[in-house]
């Protein structure tokens, strides 16, 4: 990953200050995150993770920031059910020499700015698709139809018409089968695309089995990105490691499961420290982490060690208490 620049003038950018703070931390982070072509991974668990890394609730925080920066400053894109940003006018703010391979997917191209605000030109280019789709290569250009229309109109000027001027003149209602020629070529052209309805019958909503499978995707890419991030290595992931990840699920839910992995390799334990934060004690601790995560304390061994020293100071009252009961009932 190449070492990127930022300008003193980034921050003083009216639209940045505006944004909020959160926000100008996140630009910042998605210019050091991107390829050497503005792109980036954009995944909630993955990039709060990486970005809001204290934030108990960093997916909304990340999910606002981003609201904030769009569309002006990054662009938010999918592909294959996976989530992209591309940042806007990314020549700009960097130069990059002999730019490297892309690491992630381009985005679609957006729409012409010349139609994306009207909204007669949009539907008129789509109409076109639509007539080049269902017979391509059998229509002319613009121009041709253009000229053909100027020679009809001028035949139809020239030509005698027959007696009575009735048949073919201009002006003359259609004839029946003209009219329902007419009428079943404007439905067909409202007829949805085909592949539509085909399409539609295709989404089928998420199965347990791959509700799991992706709620352990998200834990895997909240974990290895938080141990990346302190030990500048990659974690090891095996069969072993997958069974936990999936037991992991079981004991904290999808929801909760990938932020506590996350939360839990900035854990400065000694125990698990000493371990090198493995998935191992993840999972042991699963209900003690979750606890610790949802109110935003780290319980440490001098915390440990004072709890254990009041109850101590308890227990000796309460049997200094029992004992002088005991002496005033007997005197």
């Known amino acids: 990953m190449r070492i990127r620049t930022i300008k003193p003038e980034w921050l003083d950018d009216e639209r940045l200050i505006e944004a909020g703070s959160d926000a100008r ?12 072509y503005g792109r980036g991974r954009a995944g909630e668990f993955w990039l709060a993770g ?23 400053f990054v662009r938010v894109y999918k592909v294959k059910k996976q ?11 960097q130069k990059v020499d002999r730019p490297g391979k892309p690491r992630v997917p381009a985005p679609d191209p957006e729409p012409d700015p010349v139609t994306a605000g009207d909204p007669c030109a949009s539907s008129t280019h789509a109409k076109d698709r639509v ?28 030509a005698p018409l027959p007696r009575g001027g009735t048949v073919g003149s201009r002006g003359s209602p259609p004839s029946p ?14 007829q949805p695309l085909p592949g539509h309805e085909a399409k539609k019958k295709a989404k089928k909503k998420e ?25 500048d290595a990659e974690p090891v992931r095996n069969a072993r490691v997958n069974t936990k990840l999936r037991n992991l699920v079981l ?47 780290r319980i440490t061994r001098g915390d440990a ?26 005197a």
Do not use: C
């Open 207 to 231: 199965t347990p089995a791959e509700r799991k499978r992706r709620a352990v995707r998200d834990i895997w890419g909240a974990y290895s990105a938080a141990f990346v991030r302190r030990y």
């Open 251 to 297: 004991a904290l839910g999808a929801d909760d499961a990938p932020q506590v992995a996350g939360w839990y390799v900035e854990h400065n334990s000694p125990r698990y420290v000493r371990g090198g934060h493995s998935i191992r004690d993840l999972l042991s601790d699963a209900e003690s982490l979750h606890a610790q995560w949802s109110s935003g304390r």
């Open 25 to 36: 931390v996140l630009s910042i982070a998605l210019i050091v995150l991107a390829d050497d």
């Open 177 to 190: 089968a003209v009219a329902d020629g007419a009428r079943s070529g404007a439905a067909d052209t409202q």
């Open 131 to 158: 007539t080049h789709a269902k017979d391509p290569g059998t229509h002319a250009t613009d121009q041709d139809q253009d000229q053909d229309q100027d020679q009809d109109r001028d035949h139809s000027d020239s």
């Open 305 to 330: 060690r004072e709890a254990e020293f009041r109850d101590e100071q308890a227990a000796k009252a309460e049997r200094a208490r029992r004992i002088l009961a005991s002496a005033g009932g007997t």
């Open 50 to 72: 990486r970005v809001f890394p204290a934030h108990a609730k960093n997916r909304e925080t990340l999910a606002k920031s981003l609201g904030s920066l769009a569309p002006w």
């Open 83 to 93: 989530r992209y940003y591309q940042i806007q006018n990314w020549e700009k703010h």
